[in-house]
C-alpha cells in the first residue's frame, strides 16, 4: 500500500483528504516495530512531502490550519519510536514543506518550531559543556551532538537559504565545538599513538567535526546572498577549520571534509574569495600534497577533494595564483600534473580540467603569461605526451586532444612572445624538433618520417579538434601495431557515446507510449 500511494503524486494532489489520510496512516507505521516497515513509513512520507510539498503549507477546504501546524505540534510523539537515521529522514522531508512556504513570517515560525526538539538537546550539551567542558569527552553526549548535526545537514538540504535562521542560532557553539573535539582527537593520539583514531569515542568526536563541516558545506552551496556569508560566516568558519587542518600532525586525523568545504566555499563566493585564497593555501596545500605524493593510494578522499579545491580556485580565483611565491606556484603545477597522471579516472580528469583551464587563464595575464611559457611550458608538452602514448589513460583522449591542439595553436599564432628554445630559431621550429625528439626517443622502432609526419598533422589540425583527435589515435594505433597491444580502448569513447543516444532514444520511445513508464520515472514539470 505505502509503495503504491507513493507512486502517484498527482492523485493525492488533487485530493486533500485522501492525502491526508495517507500521511497520518504512515505516521501510524512509524512506530510499527515490525522489520522493515519504519524504513519504508519514512521513505515514502519523504517521497510525497517533496512531490506534495506546498499542500501542506496551505490551508486545506475544510481545514482550520495548515497541515504543518498539526504536524509540528505532535512530531514528539510521531517520531518517538523512530532510529536515528530514521528520524533524519523525517527531518528531511518536513523541511521540504516548510520550504514551500511562500509566506516568509510564516517560514521563520515554522523552522523556529520544526527545530524546538533538538535544539532542546543541543542547548542542554552546551550548556553543560560551558560549566564543565570535559561533557564534551563523555561518549554519550559526543554521540547525541553527532545525531542532532546530522538532522540538521537533512534539514538544511531541504530547506536551502531559509535554513540560515537555524545555522545562525548554533553556528558559533557548533564552531567552538568543532575546536574542543579537534583538541581532544590531538590529545588522545599525542598520548596513545595513532591507533586510538579507532575507539569508538575518538570516532564520534570526528562524525561531529564531519557533520560540523558538512553543515556549512551544505548551507554555504544553497545561500542566495554571498556578501553576507562572505562577512558573517566565513572569517569564523575559517580561523577555527584551517587552524585545526594545519596544526594536526597526524595526516590521518586531518578531515578530507575541509577541502571539500573549501571547495564549495570558493565555487559559491568565486572572485570575492581571491584575498582569501593565500591563507587557505598556507593552511592546507603542501601538508595534504605531502600526505598524498608518495603514491596513488593512500588517502583517497583527500586526494579527490583537494583536487575539487584546485579546480575551484583555478576557475574563480586565478588571480590568487599570480600572488602566490613562484616555489608554491610551482608545487601547484606540480600537483596538477600529478592528478592528470593519476590512476584513479576521476583524479586525472579533475587534473586535465584544472590544466586547460589554467592555460586558458594565464593567456589573459600578458607578462606573467610569457614568464608562465619560457618556464614551463615544454615540461607540461614533454608530461602531456607521457599521459598521451600511457595505455592506462585512453579514456581521457578527447580532453588529451583539446589540450596538445590549444598548446600548439599557442605556438602557432605567436601568443608565445617569448623565444621557447635558442633565440635564433622560431617556436614552431623548435617546438617541432622538440616533440620529434621525445617521440623517437620514446619510440625508437618508428622511423623518422612517420614521426615528421605526425608531427606536421598535429600543428596543421590544432584548428580542428575531432581531425586533430583522429591524428593522435592513428599515431597511438601505430605505436600499438609494433607492440601488438590491443587498440580497441581507444575507441571508448565513442562506443560510450552510441550506447548513451540508444538508450536516450529508447526512452524517448518509451516516453511517447503511456503506461509503459511507471509515473514515478516521469520527470513532472508541476511538482505541486
Not at 519510536?81 to 513570517?105: C, K, N, W
Not at 510564516?106 to 527545530?115: G, N, P, R, S
Not at 570575492?272 to 593510494?297: G, S, Y
Request: aromatic share 8%; hydrophobic share 40%; with cysteine.
Amino acid at each position: 500500500i505505502m509503495y503504491i500511494v507513493g507512486q502517484y503524486p498527482r492523485f493525492l494532489r488533487a485530493h486533500w483528504r485522501f492525502l491526508k489520510t495517507v500521511v497520518n496512516k504512515l505516521f501510524e507505521f512509524m512506530h510499527e516495530n515490525h522489520e522493515g516497515v519504519q524504513d519504508m513509513a519514512c521513505d515514502t512520507f519523504i517521497k510525497i512531502a517533496i512531490k506534495c510539498r506546498r499542500q501542506f503549507v496551505q490551508i486545506q477546504v475544510g481545514e482550520v490550519m495548515p497541515f504543518i501546524d498539526e504536524l509540528l505540534s505532535s512530531i514528539n510523539t510521531i517520531i518517538c519510536d523512530l532510529q536515528p537515521q530514521q528520524v533524519q529522514t523525517f527531518y528531511e522531508a518536513v523541511g521540504h514543506m516548510i520550504a514551500a512556504s511562500v509566506d516568509q513570517r510564516q517560514q521563520e515560525q515554522l523552522i523556529e518550531k520544526y527545530m524546538q526538539l533538538p535544539n532542546q538537546v543541543w542547548d542542554d550539551i552546551i550548556n553543560q559543556a560551558s560549566n564543565n567542558v570535559d561533557v564534551l569527552k563523555d561518549h554519550e553526549a559526543v554521540k547525541q551532538l553527532g545525531s542532532i548535526l546530522k538532522t540538521n545537514v537533512r534539514a538544511c538540504k531541504a530547506l536551502g537559504h531559509p535554513y540560515m535562521l537555524q545555522l545562525g542560532r548554533i553556528y558559533l557553539d557548533m564552531l567552538n565545538v568543532y575546536k574542543v573535539m579537534s583538541e581532544n582527537i590531538i590529545a588522545a593520539i599525542t598520548h596513545n599513538g595513532e591507533q586510538v583514531t579507532k575507539q569508538p569515542l575518538i570516532k564520534s568526536m570526528r562524525v561531529v567535526k564531519k557533520e560540523t563541516l558538512k553543515l556549512i558545506g551544505c548551507w554555504v552551496d544553497r545561500s542566495s546572498d554571498p556578501a553576507m556569508v562572505l562577512e558573517n560566516f566565513i572569517p569564523p568558519m575559517l580561523e577555527a577549520v584551517l587552524a585545526d587542518y594545519h596544526r594536526c600532525n597526524v595526516p590521518e586525523a586531518r578531515e578530507p571534509e575541509v577541502l571539500l568545504v573549501m571547495g564549495t566555499v570558493v565555487n559559491k563566493l568565486k572572485t570575492h574569495m581571491t584575498p582569501t585564497v593565500p591563507k587557505i593555501f598556507d593552511a592546507v596545500f603542501e601538508c595534504t600534497l605531502e600526505m598524498i605524493n608518495k603514491d596513488f593510494e593512500v588517502f583517497p578522499e583527500h586526494r579527490t577533494n583537494f583536487f575539487t579545491l584546485l579546480q575551484a580556485v583555478n576557475q574563480h580565483c586565478f588571480s590568487a595564483f599570480l600572488e602566490i611565491p613562484p616555489q608554491q606556484f610551482k608545487l601547484v603545477l606540480d600537483s596538477i600534473i600529478w592528478a592528470f597522471k593519476h590512476t584513479m579516472r576521476n583524479v586525472a580528469d579533475t587534473g586535465l580540467n584544472i590544466l586547460f583551464q589554467l592555460l586558458k587563464n594565464v593567456s589573459n595575464h600578458g607578462s606573467a603569461a610569457q614568464s608562465f611559457y619560457q618556464t614551463y611550458y615544454t615540461d607540461i608538452l614533454q608530461h602531456m605526451f607521457s599521459v598521451v602514448t600511457d595505455t592506462s589513460h585512453t579514456a581521457g583522449l578527447t580532453m588529451h586532444a583539446s589540450i596538445l591542439a590549444y598548446m600548439f595553436s599557442l605556438v602557432e599564432t605567436e601568443t608565445i612572445k617569448v623565444p621557447l628554445g635558442p633565440a635564433n630559431e622560431s617556436n614552431v621550429t623548435y617546438i617541432q624538433g622538440y616533440v620529434a625528439n621525445l617521440l623517437k626517443t620514446a619510440f625508437n622502432h618508428l622511423t623518422d618520417n612517420q614521426i615528421k609526419i605526425t608531427v606536421q598533422g598535429l600543428f596543421n589540425l590544432d584548428q580542428d579538434i575531432p581531425a586533430f583527435k583522429d591524428h593522435l589515435r592513428d599515431f597511438l594505433v601505430q605505436i600499438r601495431e609494433f607492440t601488438g597491444e590491443d587498440d580497441s580502448d581507444l575507441y571508448l569513447e565513442e562506443r560510450e557515446a552510441t550506447l548513451k543516444a540508444a538508450q536516450e532514444e529508447k526512452r524517448k520511445n518509451d516516453m511517447s507510449v503511456p503506461g509503459i513508464l511507471n509515473p514515478h520515472e516521469i520527470a513532472e514539470d508541476m511538482q505541486d
